[in-house]
């Protein structure tokens, strides 16, 4: 009876210390986990800038071609790509990109759909050139000044027809 015991007690003694060392692993790959996810939800910054300077220049062809459908979806598709950078509260070289992005470019990308909404083209180009100068200010704020963004190439650099079909 007292080798049962014995043997149970050193059983349990084991198990405890066992069961301690896997708690340790797992609490390690959660915390290896955490990171890694939170990396991964993180925006590659030069792919969401390249991404939306694509869409802002496609955004200034299809206002200059009074295109609403066309000018909805860059801005829309502009208003998303700000939104990742505002939510990931991104920070690139010390720099509060998301804030900037928040503060410069969100209001001005609203103004414009309150714009195509009441179908104010003349106003509408005036505010991309401002959203134009909200990029180009973030650059300047961020000690990235080199970096200077234009309205538009004078040829279509697009395989994309921005005309509105009739």
């Not at 939170?38 to 969401?48: A, N, R, S, W």
């Not at 209001?107 to 083209?121: C, R």
């Not at 000690?143 to 190439?153: D, M, P, R």
């Amino acid at each position: 009876m007292k080798k049962i015991t014995v043997l149970q007690t050193l059983l349990i003694v084991v198990l405890l210390i066992l069961s301690g060392w896997l708690w340790s692993r797992i609490s390690g790959l959660e915390k290896t986990m955490t990171e890694a996810l939170e990396e991964l939800g993180e925006p590659d910054l030069y792919t969401v800038m390249s991404q939306m300077q694509t869409q802002l220049h496609k955004l200034n062809y299809a206002i200059e071609a009074e295109h609403a459908d066309l000018v909805d979806f860059y801005l829309h598709e502009l208003e998303e790509a700000a939104e990742d950078l505002i939510e990931s509260n991104l920070f690139y070289g010390g720099q509060p990109v998301g804030l900037l992005t928040e503060s410069m470019l969100e209001p001005v990308i609203d103004t414009m759909e309150d714009l195509l909404e009441g179908g104010y083209w003349e106003q509408l180009r005036e505010k991309q050139m401002v959203l134009v100068r909200a990029c180009n200010d973030c650059h300047r704020a961020t000690g990235y000044g080199s970096i200077i963004v234009t309205e538009k190439a004078g040829v279509n650099p697009f395989n994309q027809e921005f005309r509105k079909m009739r």
